[in-house]
């Protein structure tokens, strides 16, 4: 079955949409969720193809869970799409499913 881009681009600038009032800053350094879809996925393939593309890979306590940061980047829904597409499609050819963003917090 082939990833629906379509619906995951609506997604995420219907989460603008949604947002209403809520005041976001202009830019904000952004995590794109995946979780593992086969157990013997490779976790350093894909974090090095992640890393290759600017994004900062890590592995959460969960064992199935990788979040992918990127940023500072416009919060727009136009950025984010852009480097969501970019972390889903590498995230997908290593095994991974994209599981939402959020603005990052640290």
Do not use: C
């Not at 079955?1 to 603008?16: G, K, V």
């Not at 393939?45 to 979040?67: H, Q």
């Not at 727009?76 to 050819?93: F, G, H, K, S, V």
């Amino acid at each position: 079955m082939s990833h629906n881009y379509e619906t995951q681009r609506r997604e995420t600038y219907a989460t603008f949409k949604q947002s209403g009032s809520v005041k976001l800053p202009k830019t904000a350094e952004v995590d794109f969720m995946f979780f593992i879809e086969e157990l013997d996925a490779d976790w350093n393939a894909l974090e090095k193809a992640l890393r290759a593309e600017g994004f900062r890979p890590r592995r959460v306590g969960d064992g199935i869970t990788l979040i992918a940061r990127t940023g500072p980047i416009p919060v727009t829904p136009e950025a984010i799409w852009d480097r969501e597409r970019t972390a889903t499609t590498i995230a997908l050819a290593h095994d991974f499913f994209p599981d939402g963003w959020e603005l990052a917090e640290d």
